[in-house]
């Protein structure tokens, strides 16, 4: 078990920037993969970008050059760095714990909104 905490949303005005933190309750270390979903209302919830625990990442196409997904293992933490924030970029906010090439881990965080106005 794990809890995920999710910080730093808010309001941003577009080409702004935000930092997202995810605080594990326990060392994430162990996990293959962290990663930062978002989901906007009625819509699926959207894979932006995954860390793995050698530190390869990747990215969804549309955050591209713009985000960049870190962890901290000593911190139990993971961070997205959000730059050039687009009002598409509106969602919420979520931090997944243990997923695989077949999908996202059991592990979820509340989520943060993130608000971008133009």
């Known amino acids: 078990q794990v809890q995920l905490v999710e910080s730093g949303g808010g309001l941003v005005q577009a080409g702004g920037s935000l930092r997202l933190s995810c605080a594990a309750s326990r060392s994430i270390f162990s996990f293959n993969a962290m990663a930062w979903y978002r989901q906007t209302p009625g819509k699926q919830r959207e894979l932006v970008a995954t860390i793995r625990s050698g530190g390869s990442t990747n990215y969804a196409d549309s955050v591209k050059g713009r985000f960049t997904i870190s962890r901290d293992n000593a911190e139990n933490t993971v961070y997205l760095q959000m730059n050039s924030l687009k009002p598409e970029d509106t969602a919420v906010y979520y931090c997944?714990?243990?997923?695989?090439?077949?999908?996202?881990?059991?592990?979820w965080g509340q989520g943060t909104q993130v608000t971008v106005s133009s």
């Open positions: 997944n714990a243990g997923g695989t090439i077949l999908g996202p881990g059991l592990y």
